[in-house]
């Protein structure tokens, strides 16, 4: 059993010798008229999208998805982006919405629960993927971190799929579809290892937000499912059941966000008496503060 771990390390890392290279090499690939996909929210490359903006000026038609983009993006800064690409958002955060007004942006409309259907059976495929993903683990695989999503379908059909590594992303398990194996990646990035993006708490609860809150909560029973946004509201409702004697409550939801670390925290988080993932804590994203990469 040793030996065969041992030999199957030293594949994987010939395998990476093989694939590193730098970000102004990788990004060679992409020409013009090509699609991409930048990865979602916080797997947005950093070093893979300047290395972009460097090579933008000599391209032209280039369509790019992504969404929830948590910082500016260097393509954005280049002279005429509109005469070079066009950025179609899935989910537009603020930046993307001043995109629209700089003419290189559009909302792409689609139910976010459909998006891996729609990669796997209504798209022919994606020339270059490019995403942030944590450092590869001992059996060959790079995590998606938390922001999974749709990731696994977007990946499948790809032509060209470029990672680069940040050691600062955390691992999120789910047990299938959070991350992909070396063999399916064709070049490895290092990156400058960047904090990774906040999209920050939400406003702070008004008084009105705390009032219905307490509305809320009152009604919520021992063992319920949760799902919970960001926001004034969301924050108060989540404050509030962490300090409520509810107990044994499941989560189920898109985003993962701060008003969960504190519920999880003060021990009301079991996911006993969901009716699927029973014992997990279920979503699709998270963004927020830091605090979420606590747990």
Not at 77 to 82: C, G, K, L, T, V
Not at 94 to 117: D, M, T
Not at 118 to 128: E, N
Not at 271 to 286: L, M, P
């Amino acid at each position: 059993m040793e030996f065969i771990f041992r030999r199957t390390y030293y594949v994987i890392h010939a395998r990476i010798s093989k694939k590193l290279t730098t970000a102004d090499e990788a990004v060679k690939v992409v020409k013009s008229g090509d699609r991409l996909e930048y990865g979602w929210c916080v797997t947005t490359p950093v070093a893979l999208d300047e290395a972009l903006a460097k090579r933008m000026p000599d391209l032209e038609n280039i369509q790019i998805h992504g969404g929830i983009v948590m910082r500016p993006l260097a393509i954005t800064q280049i002279e005429n982006p509109a005469d070079h690409f066009t950025w179609n958002s899935w989910h537009m955060g603020g930046l993307e919405r001043k995109w629209i007004n700089e003419g290189f942006s559009f909302y792409a409309p689609i139910r976010y629960s459909e998006l891996p259907s729609y990669y796997r059976d209504c798209l022919p495929g994606t020339d270059v993927v490019m995403m942030q993903v944590a450092p590869m683990d001992a059996h060959g695989y790079f995590n998606f971190g938390p922001s999974a999503s749709h990731t696994a379908a977007m990946l499948e059909k790809a032509k060209c799929v470029i990672v680069e590594v940040n050691e600062n992303m955390p691992r999120c398990l789910g047990g299938f579809e959070e991350g992909i194996h070396i063999s399916k990646v064709d070049m490895i990035v290092e990156g400058n290892n960047p904090a990774i993006d906040e999209l920050g708490g939400g406003e702070a609860a008004t008084e009105v937000d705390q009032a219905v809150a307490r509305l809320i909560v009152d009604q919520i029973p021992d063992g319920a499912c949760l799902q919970l946004g960001i926001g004034g509201m969301p924050n108060a409702v989540g404050s509030l059941i962490a300090e409520s004697d509810l107990k044994d409550l499941g989560v189920h939801t898109e985003m993962y966000v701060d008003a969960f670390v504190d519920i999880a925290k003060a021990g009301k988080i079991t996911g006993a008496h969901k009716n699927i993932d029973r014992y997990r804590q279920t979503y699709a994203f998270a963004a927020g503060t830091k605090n979420y990469m606590i747990i």
